[in-house]
């Protein structure tokens, strides 16, 4: 079992039907921080400077809540917005491990709703 990432609640992976009601909302799907329709933009050269566990990285585990949520918004975008501080800092490290600017990921952090 996973969490999401973006809020933490507690998956179920696409195996587990319990037939739960109160549990549907919340299988467990895989988003991209990075949305694929923006690294397809991507040229050759801008592709080779991605560190090389960038695609690793970029698939996370999340709650199909998030996933429509977050939808096609760039991640430091997402960062801003995401509704849980306590992910968001987790998000923040994984986007500085992704090869993201560290300042601009710490400006998305201030930026944050209080």
């Known amino acids: 079992m996973a969490n999401c990432l973006y809020c933490g609640v507690s998956l179920r992976s696409n195996s587990d039907r319990s037939g739960r009601r109160?549990?549907?909302?919340?299988?467990?799907?895989k988003d991209h921080l990075y949305p694929r329709a923006a690294l397809a933009k991507?040229?050759?050269?801008q592709r080779a400077k991605l560190p090389p566990s960038f695609d690793r990285l970029n698939s996370v585990p999340c709650c199909r809540g998030c996933n429509a949520y977050k939808g096609t918004l760039h991640p430091l975008d997402w960062l801003v917005i995401m509704p849980n501080s306590t992910c968001a800092a987790r998000v923040a490290e994984r986007l500085i491990s992704m090869g993201e600017d560290i300042n601009q990921v710490f400006d998305a952090l201030r930026r944050r709703r209080k």
């Open 42 to 45: 991507l040229s050759p050269s």
């Open 22 to 29: 109160d549990a549907v909302d919340w299988d467990h799907t």
